[in-house]
């Protein structure tokens, strides 16, 4: 198996044109240090309504590992690119500090420092549209906030819009100590929930400290017997099937899938989320899926949390650019206790 260098290259750009270092990928893999190495390449050039940035940090997610391996393949059916990946850097959550601003923005200047969702944010400077970003928490170091935007979006939009998670609520977290769920876990005790994390047995203090009420070791613990029954389920992983997770369900209770793989190269488990879809309908439980949205509004309902340190992120370890195929295969095999960054 040839193992890609992580050593800088240098490409041919245009006389004049100002070059960055980048993670690059020109076909889809299963292995990190196969299909990414790190380039010399030109800057990206930004449109009306788009900044540019210098990063300073981007984080890893399951978007990462999607947009790598072209898995499942309904992504490529979709315009991911069917052969090859369209996007040449996987990265999208960063930090940083604007470097430049297109026409028709407004609210940002050079200078500002900011998180959000960009294209190709494993680099040294990024793109990004302005109504993807939002301004930085204050308090929070670079590293910290480019662990938020993608994870945290998806989690608080997981929390407010699909399980509609009230104060006094009964909720159970499934994947308590990942990405989403590590901010899942949080917001919805900070929504005056009752939390109860489901995770792997090394991975229950941090569970606990994020403020779970109660932590389940999915080895050994069944969240579904015992007679507890919760308002709400966001499953952000594992594979468990739609009567056992309906069985911890209260008769009216809702249950919001955000991730959960089955390894299937076409639906990769997305027929677990379409079959929750239609089911609904026709049981008292509300039931369904989470298509997340990216945008400025939620990222400032994060930094509000943030600021008041109601959610703090969680970061388990930090790589440099040169090594993002190390923090990806780090990612990838579970071993991540929060959230995994890059730094640039």
Sequence with gaps: MKKATLNATTQTSPAGAETMK?????????????????????????????????????????????????????MRIMGFGFRRPKAPNPGRSVAGIVEAVGTDVTGFEPGDEVYGAGEGSFAQFARARAGRIARKPADLSFEQAAAVPISGMTALQAVRDGARVQAGQRVLVIGASGGVGSFAVQIAKGFGAEVTGVCSARKVELVRALG??????????????????????????????????????????RLVIVGGETGGRWLGGFDRQLRATLLSPLVSQKLGMLAASENSADLSVLRELLEAGTVRPAVDRTYPLGEAAAAIRYFQEGHARGKVVITV
């Design 22 to 74: 980048a993670i690059v990928q020109g076909e889809y893999g299963a292995a990190p240090e196969d299909v990414l190495r790190l380039a010399e390449i030109d800057r990206p050039t930004i449109g009306p309504g788009e900044v540019l940035l210098r990063v300073r940090a981007a984080s890893v997610d399951r978007g990462t590992w999607h947009l790598m391996t072209g898995l499942p393949n309904l």
């Design 212 to 253: 779970a009420d109660h932590v389940l070791d999915y080895a050994c613990d069944d969240f579904a017997a015992g007679g507890h029954r919760y308002d709400a389920i966001i499953d952000t992983g594992g594979n468990s099937r739609l009567a056992r997770l309906r069985r911890a369900l209260t008769p009216g209770g």
